[in-house]
């Protein structure tokens, strides 16, 4: 639980500022006693997808990290169109905070209260273009600052009847242009490819189920993979983008039409997270500028969470407005949640591997049976918890054996790596989800970019949470998995297989080794046979032996793909200069965790205080190298 902030002064209010969207809820409180505010976040809430009980608990949770005493609150909220909507959110407010004075109103209207605070211009119309996971255009009178009155709504009916130039409408424009160029080429496109790899999707008719069940903010996350496609030139992605900006700019045209005469000035300002890509901006930006002569655009520089401080200040402020501005510069970041704790004892050797029996016949040694378990069902647990600690063990001189054919396999994905191939692992089952669980920890680790290295599981993506009948025995889905991901000469593939034996592995590995990519098969079976034209170009096959259940691989076999896949990627990205000494300084620090330790970091590398360290990684925007060589 966070702290609660210190009663405020009794000459300073006091304020509680929400601002709930589709994608995250971003609260601000204070001032505390000193004169700092602070901020925390929680999940999405808009008022169309929650019932009363559901409004109440997302208050609850607010309260529970915020527990302060407030002069006055303002809740802004996506989906709040009507007085009806205004008075449920009110109601469901005074449920949480008793006698707290309360003003609710739309995200828009925050968001324009935070552009407008921005500017010494007041007698001009103004146009918030707000493009998140849904779009919406809000504007204002010249003249009307500080009242409801003058103001102008275009758009924001949702992603079905509108949103159009928001995320939502380009991750949807996005899989229709892939499949439409499916349809007129017969060929999938490399823009499809990325999107595959986003969506965790094996082939293109795994599209239709997936986007008749997907939520809106899933679709909409899809945007990023528009924008990144577009930015290296993809043609459809490039088109997708410049439609949805047009799109955004015309709503906000049409809306700045209802608030001045033509020719009258008009400032438009962009705001939400699709537009902080400065080319998608820029892009609407140059339209607006053609749409409507002389108008001037810029973007919202503050979070619009700021605008609900205003807000508060304008209904409930104590006539010393001036004195407690809301100032962007002095916020403490906060958690909404507690960080859960992981603790792990480190096992300074490992326990000498015990012989496993022989297997007779053509059966894997994964699949035998484990003489020193045969009696699991009878055991006493204590012998029970120490048998299976003694056989995880094992895994570990297993795998000390096999380590000259790692230090290959490492050589090999560094060398791909460092001339921009991509590594990808292929598995079904545990070995599948250990291999995305590799590929998802990348990118926030080292900065690496998320079509870098990517997962493929047999089944798709329904597989990663439960078992899908018959994907692992389908070789045909594997080649196409890899085909319809793009794999090339350059690239580098990890099959994944307990037994080394698995069609869908195989035929993943056979396609891959077609089209000129480096292959490595990770088994537990090193007895394995496999024909010349089909050998990968690498095999690292520990001999883990039987499990203590039979032939649940997810044990000792599943604890050795997960180090081997660990050393895979860490010492691939040590080779790559991700790491320094032991640290991790490509690290992308997206939560306060990850701040911290980037924090920390610094200051070990430059022997810089704690403060100076988040000074220059705020301005080199949370790079660590590039604050390191500022502070050095």
């Known amino acids: 639980m966070i702290p609660a902030t210190q009663q405020a002064e009794s000459t300073i209010v006091s304020f509680l500022g929400i601002e709930c969207g589709g994608t995250r809820t971003v609260v601000l409180f204070g001032p505390d006693t000193g004169g700092g505010w602070r901020r925390a976040e929680f999940g999405p809430a808009n008022l169309r997808l929650l019932d009363d009980a559901g409004l109440v608990r997302h208050f609850k949770a607010i309260k529970r990290t915020v527990a302060a005493a407030f002069g006055g609150m303002v809740v802004g909220m996506a989906g709040a169109r009507t007085e009806k909507d205004r008075r449920r959110i009110r109601a469901a407010a005074g449920k949480v905070w008793r006698n707290l004075p309360v003003y609710v109103t739309n995200d828009l209207e925050t968001a324009l209260a935070a552009a407008e605070v921005e500017t010494a211009s007041k007698n001009v119309a103004r146009v918030l273009i707000l493009s998140g996971t849904g779009s919406c255009c809000f504007g204002r009178r010249a003249g009307t600052h500080g009242t409801s009155g003058g103001m102008v709504r275009v758009g924001g009916w949702g992603h079905i009847l509108g949103d159009r130039g928001s995320g939502y409408d380009i991750g949807l424009q996005a899989l229709r242009a892939a499949v439409g160029e499916l349809d007129r080429t017969g060929r999938w496109p490399a823009f499809g490819e990325e999107i595959l790899r986003a969506l965790q999707l094996n082939e293109p008719d795994d599209v239709i189920d997936w986007v008749k069940g997907a939520e809106k903010q899933e679709v909409a996350a899809l945007a990023r993979t528009v924008f990144a496609a577009a930015a290296k030139g993809d043609r459809l992605a490039r088109q997708v983008v410049a439609d949805a900006a047009a799109a955004l700019a015309e709503s906000g045209a049409d809306c700045a039409r209802r608030l001045a005469r033509e020719g009258a000035p008009v400032e438009f300002v962009l705001a939400g997270g699709v537009l902080k890509q400065a080319s998608f901006a820029r892009q609407v930006g140059a339209r607006l500028r053609k749409l409507r002569h002389g108008a001037q655009v810029r973007r919202l520089r503050r979070e619009s969470v700021w605008g609900a401080i205003e807000l508060a200040k304008e209904h409930f402020g104590d006539g010393k407005r001036g004195r407690n501005r809301a100032g962007g510069a002095d916020v403490t970041e906060v958690l909404s949640i507690s960080e859960v704790l992981q603790a792990a004892e480190r096992r300074n050797s490992w326990a000498a591997q015990q012989r496993s029996p022989t297997v007779s016949g053509d059966l894997p040694a994964t699949e035998g049976s484990n003489p020193r378990s045969r009696n699991l069902d009878r055991m006493p647990l204590g012998r029970a918890v120490a048998l299976m600690l003694r056989e995880e063990a094992a895994a570990g001189a297993a795998i000390f054996k096999e ?10 994905i560094a060398r791909s790596l460092g001339r921009g191939g991509r590594l990808f692992y292929a598995g079904a089952g545990t070995s599948g989800r250990l291999g995305i669980l590799d590929a998802s920890e990348c990118p926030p680790t080292f900065r690496l970019p998320p079509d870098r290295v990517q997962g493929i599981i047999a089944g798709g993506r329904a597989a990663i949470w439960q078992s899908v009948e018959g994907a692992e025995d389908d070789a045909e889905a ?3 998995a890899l085909a319809h991901r793009g794999v090339r000469k350059g690239d580098v593939v990890v099959g994944i297989a307990a037994s080394g034996r698995t069609p869908f592995v195989r035929g993943a590995l056979g396609a891959a080794k077609q089209q000129g990519a ?9 007895g394995l046979e496999i024909p010349v034209a089909q050998r990968p170009h690498l095999v690292v096959a520990p001999e883990t032996g039987p499990e203590v259940l039979t032939g649940s691989t997810r044990l000792k076999a599943g604890t050795a793909t997960k180090i081997i896949l660990n050393i895979f990627t860490t010492l691939a990205m040590v080779r790559l200069g991700k790491v320094e000494g032991n640290l991790m300084v490509d690290v992308d620090p ?11 970091i610094v200051q070990t590398l430059t022997g810089a205080d704690a403060n100076a360290a988040r000074a220059a990684l705020a301005k080199a925007k949370w790079n660590v190298k590039r604050a390191c060589q500022k502070l050095r």
Do not use: D, F, Q, W
């Open 518 to 526: 480096r292959t490595i098969l990770l088994c537990c079976n090193p």
């Open 403 to 412: 380590r000259r054919n790692i230090e290959r396999a490492v050589e090999m």
């Open 590 to 600: 997206t939560n306060e965790k990850l701040r911290g330790r980037a924090i920390r």
């Open 478 to 480: 594997g080649a196409a």
